[in-house]
């Protein structure tokens, strides 16, 4: 039986691990505390003390800022964070939560490990070794990543950023919508002297790569930072939703040398493999595994199944913000887009579609891109209106697609109230849902006491009901911020 060893916090606080390594990483060995809940991560290598004072700021000032303040509660959960640091032996060691069972698989061919994003991200692994209960739906990557996205953007408020952010370093549950972000000993800390990591590859900034060679000191050597971030965000969500990276494709720059090729490729010559105009570095299917396909080919399943607002953030990540990080989507508008698209999901008909869900793609004739199946019937279309002053309303670029038992909630009623992390229980709460019923499609007011039909002039009570019917003006709310629905059906 192993010592239990005790060590006093910089905190002050004591601190008990059982002096049994049990597993190790690229820089840290892990040892268990008493009863599994916590994990004493000790640096192999000595740590300077300019790293030591940046793990204070990361256990000490920003721990506090982010969840000891109102709401925090709600990040310990997106977070695996340290939250004190040890010294014993000689060595520097963080204190962290164990992570949630939840990221563990539970069972088949790889029960106990670790649900790293690879699993998911990549084609390969997903189509020869994942069962279909571990793959969640298209709909689950959705909440996903929404969960993603708000994790980086709360470390971006605070002046922080990861310095290695990348599916290594998020742990994930498609079938719940889950994910963690983890290493946050890595942070890069405003005012202090940067983490030696520059990333894991396929997620290192174009800028980074390319002048990864230069002295730490030189002004022309880029470190990680929040611009960074927002390039291996963008990497991360166009594979969780694609299953293929977005720069690797066909070009070659350097035939007689592979590692320069691999620098060049995600670094000063990196190209969309879907860009509009510049095709010289598209995908040639006949050189993926068949284990890639047919997610691997943009020419079946394009960027754009994906929807218009994450369309247009693609091309300012991977066109116009590639090699000029300002112009590169925050964290903070990859939520709002994945937030919005989700409003514009749809259920596949067929049983057997692989992912379940597709984005309503505007035509008049929608069909799942994944497995082909076409939706059949009428489908209503609801156009969400603002009013900037009263009694008149303008378009917000806004829809919501509705199927047989969706639900309208408040974010959806008045544009004043958004879907993040601030939202209140109250507003969580459903105000309407869908049904297709006797032959036509209608919207039970389930809570809100000011909505009308304004087509027919007339209030629609709580418990009442209005037809979704071609051109239908439903007034959700009087109040300031509210909208109003204009329908439109699509008929197949």
């Not at 299917?285 to 754009?304: I, N, R």
């Not at 969706?406 to 869908?434: A, C």
């Not at 009901?465 to 629905?485: C, F, N």
Request: include cysteine; aromatic fraction near 10%.
């Amino acid at each position: 039986m192993a010592d239990i060893i005790k060590v006093k916090a910089t905190d002050g606080s004591e601190v008990q691990f059982i002096n049994e390594v049990f597993s190790s990483g690229g820089m840290k060995d892990a040892y268990w505390c008493p009863g599994k809940k916590e994990v004493v991560l000790f640096f192999r290598d000595k740590v300077d003390a300019r790293t030591k004072d940046r793990l204070n700021n990361i256990v000490g000032l920003y721990r506090d800022r982010i969840f000891n303040q109102p709401g925090g509660q709600y990040w310990s959960k997106l977070f695996c964070w340290p939250t004190k640091m040890v010294e014993w032996n000689g060595k520097t060691g963080i204190v962290v939560p164990a992570y949630d069972g939840t990221f563990f698989f539970a069972d088949g061919n790889f029960k106990g490990k670790e649900k790293n994003g690879k699993w998911f991200a990549s084609p390969k692994l997903r189509n020869k070794f994942l069962r279909p209960q571990d793959k969640g739906t298209w709909l689950n990557h959705f909440h996903m990543l929404i969960k993603i996205a708000r994790a980086v953007k709360r470390l971006h408020a605070a002046g922080l950023a990861h310095s290695d952010l990348s599916y290594n370093n998020v742990l994930v549950d498609p079938p719940t919508g889950s994910a963690c972000v983890i290493d946050c000993d890595g942070l890069v800390v405003p005012g202090k002297y940067p983490p030696d990591v520059v990333g894991t590859p396929d997620f290192i900034a174009p800028e980074v790569l390319s002048t990864r060679t230069l002295p730490v000191d030189d002004p022309n050597r880029k470190l990680p930072c929040r611009a960074t971030d927002r390039h291996a965000l963008a990497v991360m969500i166009y594979m969780y939703l694609l299953y293929r990276h977005p720069l690797r494709g066909s070009k070659v720059y350097d035939v007689n040398d592979e590692q320069r090729d691999e620098v060049l490729a995600m670094g000063e010559k990196a190209l969309f493999i879907e860009h509009p105009t510049d095709r010289s570095n598209r995908v040639k299917p006949e050189q993926l595994s068949p284990a890639e396909l047919p997610q691997g080919d943009p020419a079946k399943l394009p960027y754009t199944i994906c929807g218009p607002y994450l369309k247009a953030l693609f091309d300012r990540a991977f066109i116009e913000g590639l090699h000029d990080p300002d112009k590169r989507p925050s964290a903070n508008e990859w939520e709002e887009a994945l937030v919005k698209t989700t409003d514009l999901m749809q259920p596949c008909s067929n049983p057997n579609c692989r992912e379940h869900w597709f984005v309503f793609d505007n035509t008049t004739k929608p069909r799942c891109p994944f497995c082909g199946t076409e939706y059949k019937g009428v489908l209503p279309v609801l156009n969400l209106y603002y009013s900037p002053s009263h009694g008149k309303f303008l378009s917000e670029n806004y829809r919501l697609m509705v199927y047989d038992k969706q639900t309208l909630y408040m974010w959806h009623v008045n544009r004043f109230v958004v879907p993040n992390e601030k939202i209140s229980d109250e507003d969580k709460k459903p105000v309407g849902d869908f049904h297709f019923h006797n032959g036509q499609w209608i919207l039970i007011n389930r809570r809100l006491p000011d909505m009308w039909d304004k087509t027919d002039n007339k209030q629609i009570p709580v418990g009442g009901y209005v037809p979704l019917t071609e051109g239908r003006k439903i007034l959700l709310s009087a109040k300031d911020g509210g909208r109003l629905i204009v329908v439109q059906l699509v008929k197949n």
